[in-house]
């Protein structure tokens, strides 16, 4: 079932724009590029403040008990104003993986922290293009982690992390603190994010959950975080949108605006209906969240919203001409993005085989 | 959903469960043409007694009074039947209600549509001609005074149904001395008048014609048949278009659907190997699926918008434009799959079912009603506010543009 956004929820979609429209800037997060190790404080500040980190934490933890389609919603505003801070994700990622585990220890030692900003989360769940590797490299045994964990987000800064690993022959979901852990950090094209490889040698770990239980929790976890960013991607894909069609009217050529040309006008329709209908399966996707559909619902939010922001990014560039490629135009600012999210939750390989196996089970 | 709409959705599933061994795909099957269309008729009648036509008219023009919602429930329930609806889609959709609209005589066309919603009457809309495909403005049909009323003369083209209409909506140019919106005037006429030929088009794909070309020779008409202000035609066509803005889409773009299809891939092979398995057959069922899921989830939140009394977004636009053209593809990977065993053709069959037929029929949806790239046009132009395409025409008396 699709929905319509009641009044609180519209609520914070405007709020959330009009708060990073006032507070980004774009000279801040081009410097981000340059160096490693740093992010974007202002946005995560304004996170803190705005309440989002609490957004998706139980009442009982000191939440707001809302959940994804409230994410999602600040995600969009997040990824239009090209936010250069991860944590809306993997934090909620992580708080997805607590409320799993079932461990009211953890749970309170850990959930009051995350909503309240003091702590961030990473999810080390992939390794190279495997977003869930049937045999992942990383073992858990009495009490402890051994192995590695290859560019993970945020993985520079958290304080904590949900590693994908084996326990006996079976996969296991593990909650592991970085203090204890090497960290190396990863210099991308996109150096926001904070990338990191993570390497765990005999680190104390709490197991989550385990075996099948564990298979499914992480396939939802992956699932969930995929449906923020895709919310994100959407919010990335319709700003360029937006700064594709400015720029049409704009700019003249040959004695009219380029817009007037068909070749340009038509390429710019033509994103609009890539937007609408990722916005459609997105919004659709999150209130499917707990429903038996969800991850066919999630796959195809993620697919469309992938497509979306790839082909936003490469086609406004193009319309921009020489300006679009200049440092300072921040259309690259976009154009990383549009590919580190593309990666972050899985690859479009991996979700395209996901919802046919999904299309399948349906069809046999 | 509320329970209302909840329960007229059973209620709409049940009645047509009841009816679909008499009228639907199984009992139309190999049908001759005339049969086709005689158990059209007889359907239209059956749904008319049901309570099931004119869904959201007026009682008073033998209408339920309910919802535009309840109609496109009703639509949604109905195209998984493939019942016989389609002579009465331009006709119910379109043509009566801008009658219903504008006629200045109230009764008859009350009377017209009651007819046309129990099946016993049919009409056409006569748009396009030779000349004036996209540009509906450019045509040159020509309506001239003649004593108390007027004389048509001229041709139309992809005229749905007109071979089957009683009836016709038109549109023609009775001024070429201003600029071309200006002096065009809108008409009913009677497709059995004389001086009125209808010529059907065999078209590149399979199945009974359904577009004709139609010509006028010197065909009477009275000034109580006109139904826009004279020079005030062109409006009025617009306000016809607008009048069917809520219909059931189709995200499968009129084609087979995605099960349809994964159906296929599991009984090909590609290589040796299971289609199903082929990365590329796999990324195409993906990418489909998105696109439709999309779409159909533009559509329920438009149903939902209405539900609660709100316009829905200009997001629907979309539909036509981008499954069409998703179906075309998928059509040609289905045709690749069964290779040569492809390239055998089963004239009637449905392009619900059949790949070669969906294949086929499918440049036709790409045209009709709107090409892509009028659509493009209009999405660029209306919802984003890019400028207009450069019309030299513009301003121009119709007689001074060169032809």
């Known amino acids: 079932m699709s929905i319509l956004y009641d009044d609180e929820q519209q609520?914070?979609?405007?709020?959330?724009?009009?708060?990073?429209?006032?507070?980004?800037?774009k000279t801040r997060l081009l410097g981000l590029l340059e160096r490693t190790g740093a992010f974007d404080k202002p946005f995560w500040d304004t996170?803190?403040?705005?309440?989002?980190?609490?957004?998706?934490?139980?009442?009982?933890?000191?939440?707001?008990?809302?959940?994804?389609?409230?994410?999602?919603?600040?995600?969009?505003?997040?990824?239009?104003?090209?936010?250069?801070a991860p944590f809306l994700t993997t934090n909620y990622g992580a708080i997805c993986a607590l409320l799993a585990s079932g461990n009211a220890d953890l749970q309170g030692q850990w959930l009051p922290k995350l909503a309240s900003g003091e702590a961030v989360a990473a999810i080390a769940f992939a390794e190279g293009n495997a977003p869930l590797p049937p045999e992942p490299r990383s073992v858990f045994a009495g009490g402890h982690l051994s192995g590695e964990k290859p560019g993970v987000t945020a993985g520079l800064i958290a304080d904590l992390a949900v590693v994908w690993c084996h326990h006996e022959d079976k996969p296991a979901l593990v909650l592991v603190e970085l203090a204890d852990a090497r960290r190396e950090t990863v210099d991308s094209f996109d150096n926001g994010r904070l990338f990191a490889d993570l390497a765990f040698a005999r680190t104390p770990a709490t197991l989550l959950v385990e075996g099948d239980a564990a298979q499914a929790a992480a396939l939802d976890i992956l699932a969930r975080m995929a449906v923020v960013t895709a919310h994100e991607q959407i919010g990335g894909a319709e700003a360029l949108?937006?700064?594709a069609r400015d720029y049409a009217n704009e700019r003249k050529a040959f004695g009219q605006p380029i817009g007037a040309f068909q070749s340009v006008?038509?390429?710019?329709?033509?994103?609009?209906?890539?937007?609408?209908?990722?916005?459609?399966?997105?919004?659709?996707?999150?209130?499917?969240?707990?429903?038996?559909?969800f991850l066919k619902a999630a796959a195809a939010a993620r697919l469309s919203a992938t497509e979306a922001y790839d082909t936003a990014a490469r086609d406004t560039v193009q319309i921009h001409g020489g300006a679009g490629v200049t440092w300072d135009s921040g259309l690259h600012l976009h154009m990383r993005r549009a590919r580190s999210l593309a990666i972050e939750q899985g690859n479009m390989l991996f979700w395209e085989d996901l919802l046919v196996d999904q299309l399948m089970g349906e069809a046999a | 959903m509320s329970e209302d709409l909840d329960s007229y959705r059973l209620k709409a599933r049940a009645w047509l469960q009841s009816v679909a061994p008499t009228f639907g795909k199984a009992a139309l099957k190999g049908v001759p043409e005339e049969e086709h269309l005689a158990m059209g008729r007889r359907y239209q009648r059956a749904k008319f007694e049901a309570g099931f036509a004119g869904i959201h008219w007026d009682p008073e023009l033998g209408g339920q009074g309910l919802t535009p919602l309840h109609k496109v429930i009703f639509e949604q329930e109905e195209m998984g039947f493939g019942m016989p609806i389609g002579y009465f889609g331009v006709s119910l959709g379109i043509s009566v209600p801008v009658v219903l609209r504008f006629a200045q005589d109230r009764e008859w066309a009350r009377e017209r549509?009651?007819?046309?919603?129990?099946?016993?009457?049919?009409?056409?809309?006569?748009?396009?001609?030779?000349s004036g495909g996209s540009d509906l403005a450019g045509l040159r049909t020509k309506v001239e005074p003649d004593g108390n009323g007027w004389k048509l003369n001229g041709q139309k083209l992809w005229t749905t149904f007109a071979q089957h209409s009683h009836y016709g909506v038109i549109i023609a140019r009775n001024d070429p001395t201003v600029a071309k919106h200006k002096g065009l005037t809108f008409f009913w006429l009677d497709m059995k008048a004389p001086g009125v030929t209808v010529r059907p088009i065999k078209l590149a794909a399979a199945g009974s014609p359904h577009v004709n070309e139609v010509f006028f020779d010197d065909v009477k008409l009275t000034d109580g048949q006109r139904l826009s202000p004279v020079g005030g035609g062109f409006g009025t066509a617009m306000a016809t278009l607008m009048i069917e803005r809520y219909s059931a889409s189709d995200p499968t773009g009129f084609g087979p659907t995605t099960a349809t299809f994964v159906d296929l891939a599991r009984e090909a092979e590609v290589n040796g190997r299971p289609a199903i398995e082929d990365g590329r057959v796999r990324s195409a069922i993906a990418r489909s699926y998105a696109m439709r899921s999309g779409l159909e989830a533009?559509?329920?939140?438009?149903?939902?918008?209405?539900?609660?009394?709100?316009?829905?977004?200009?997001?629907?636009?979309?539909?036509?434009?981008?499954s069409v053209r998703s179906r075309q593809k998928l059509s040609e990977l289905a045709i690749d799959l069964m290779g040569n065993l492809g390239l055998a053709w089963h004239p009637g069959a449905s392009s619900k079912d059949d790949w070669v037929e969906s294949w086929l029929a499918a440049p036709t949806g790409r045209i009709a009603g709107g090409a892509d790239e009028m659509l493009l046009n209009t999405i660029a132009e209306r919802i984003l506010g890019l400028p207009q395409d450069h019309r030299p025409d513009k301003g121009v008396p119709f007689n001074q543009i060169p032809a």
């Open chain 2, 298 to 322: 533009i559509t329920t939140r438009a149903m939902k918008m209405m539900a609660a009394g709100m316009e829905p977004g200009p997001e629907g636009a979309l539909n036509k434009l981008v």
């Open chain 1, 265 to 293: 006008k038509h390429r710019i329709a033509e994103l609009y209906g890539l937007v609408e209908i990722a916005r459609a399966n997105a919004i659709h996707a999150a209130a499917q969240e707990g429903q038996p559909g």
């Open chain 1, 47 to 84: 996170a803190v403040e705005q309440g989002w980190t609490a957004l998706a934490v139980p009442e009982a933890q000191g939440g707001l008990g809302l959940g994804l389609i409230e994410l999602g919603l600040v995600a969009q505003a997040a990824g239009a104003a090209t936010a250069g």
């Open chain 2, 113 to 130: 549509a009651v007819a046309a919603l129990r099946g016993d009457e049919i009409w056409c809309q006569l748009f396009s001609e030779p």
């Open chain 1, 241 to 243: 949108l937006f700064i």
């Open chain 1, 11 to 25: 609520a914070i979609a405007s709020e959330s724009r009009r708060v990073l429209d006032a507070r980004m800037d």
